[in-house]
Nanobody, 121 residues
Framework: QVQLVESGGGLVQAGGSLRLSCAAS????????MGWYRQAPGKQRELVAD???????NYVESVKGRFTISRDNAKNTAYLQMNSLKPEDTAVYYC???????????????WGKGTLVTVSS
């Protein structure tokens, strides 16, 4: 099976930076899009940024210019560089990947368990 493991979360002061990583492992033929989502207490999970297999990134308006999504296809890993962090960025950050299994014709969504990012004011 496929596992996604996020890392890099933690406590940071406002204005600081963190870099999240999401490593996919298991029986993987290829990975289409990968994305980062977040869920703050009492709120719904929202898309933060996603990236195509070709490296094209898309961002929610609130993080444009502060966050950068990237990926290393050889390592099946996605990254989220978060700069100029704000208290409102506090949330659990989840990774999602559209994974094509060997022998499959299309991808399936897999999710990580999340990593907590806390930004203090």
């Amino acid at each position: 099976q496929v596992q996604l493991v996020e890392s890099g979360g933690g406590l940071v002061q406002a204005g600081g930076s963190l870099r999240l990583s999401c490593a996919a492992s298991g029986s993987i033929f290829s990975i289409n899009a990968m994305g980062w989502y977040r869920q703050a207490p009492g709120k719904q999970r929202e898309l933060v940024a996603d990236i195509s297999s070709g490296g094209r990134g898309n961002y929610v308006e609130s993080v444009k210019g502060r966050f950068t999504i990237s990926r290393d296809n050889a390592k099946n890993t996605a990254y989220l560089q978060m700069n100029s962090l704000k208290p409102e960025d506090t949330a659990v950050y989840y990774c999602r990947a559209d994974v094509v299994l060997p022998g499959a014709y299309y991808g399936m969504d897999y999710w990580g368990k999340g990593t907590l990012v806390t930004v203090s004011s």
